[in-house]
């Protein structure tokens, strides 16, 4: 991936992030994350197929690609370190330095201003913005001399100490798939409750005072209805909204069904497999 705006001129109108970050938006100059007026938060809400609708999204989760990159490499770039949940993109972390820099790349040359105050230019020879994915710096001449690679995450992060880098090397990764189990067994345990059988008797075949007691109050009170046939609908409702959304959800005029999607990215592939067909190249199934 490349940086697509990196032949295109840079207008007054365009935000600090709309070259750097090749954002797709056409109908406005502002980029993805400029444009977004949703209130800063920890965590956004994604769908999970099979789960439901979850808050385990970043921010620029649903941005355009490009945009989505540019942060991801941004956020993991910043020193002192800061998590996606701590960001507050466009903001913070500031990008005026990597702007800055972006840009002289863009225009081909610096400008330095010397003790008398004359201004002169001095150009930057190195590689493309067309080969650096958006949100990296392409290396100059004498960085390409010495090899090295222009993917922040590499490099190891000054603001850790080295005990700190050892062992966030041997703590486990978690995969997404253990992720979805373990939100499958939540979402489990929500519609299906496990409740506890009461002992009847004790241990000497006598019934306990305790239930004797409960037994008269439902005696006295015929019309008393337990706990859970009140909680259970709850719960049962709570379910449905993480799987298909809340009202608001459904009766927006953008909504679409799981299920729809669902069928909709099956007909896909079945149609992307027809034309591997008839051109008479080898389907893969997906």
Request: proline share 8%.
């Amino acid at each position: 991936m490349g940086t697509l705006t990196a032949g295109l001129p840079r207008l007054e109108e365009h935000c600090p992030h709309k070259l750097p970050s090749s954002c797709r938006l056409t109908a406005t100059p502002r980029c993805c994350a400029c444009d977004d007026r949703r209130p800063h938060a920890g965590s956004y809400r994604i769908y999970v197929d099979g789960v439901g609708f979850v808050y385990r999204g970043t921010r620029w989760q649903n941005y355009c690609w490009f945009c989505k990159v540019f942060w991801e490499n941004r956020v993991a770039a910043a020193h002192p370190r800061v998590t996606p949940s701590l960001s507050r993109i466009p903001e913070y972390p500031d990008q005026s330095e990597f702007l800055t820099a972006w840009f002289e790349f863009h225009q081909g040359y610096s400008v330095r201003t010397g003790p008398n105050g004359d201004q002169t230019r001095h150009p930057i020879l190195g590689e493309s913005l067309e080969d650096v994915s958006p949100g990296l710096l392409p290396r100059t001449l004498a960085e390409i001399h010495t090899a090295r690679h222009n993917v922040n995450m590499d490099a190891p992060r000054p603001d850790l100490h080295q005990d700190q880098i050892i062992n966030a090397a041997e703590e486990p990764s978690v995969s997404i798939e253990d992720t979805l189990d373990q939100l499958m067994l939540e979402a489990d345990g929500e519609s299906h409750p496990q409740t506890s059988g009461t002992n009847t008797s004790t241990s000497s075949g006598q019934p306990s005072s305790h239930n004797s007691s409960s037994a008269a109050q439902h005696s006295m009170n015929p019309n008393t209805t337990t706990n859970d046939a009140t909680v259970q609908p709850d719960r049962n409702q709570q379910q449905m909204a993480r799987v298909f959304g809340t009202r608001e959800d459904v009766q927006s005029d953008t909504y679409v069904s799981p299920i729809t999607d669902m069928f909709s990215r099956a007909y896909a592939r079945y149609q992307d497999a027809e034309a591997q067909r008839q051109d008479g190249e080898p389907s893969t199934s997906p």
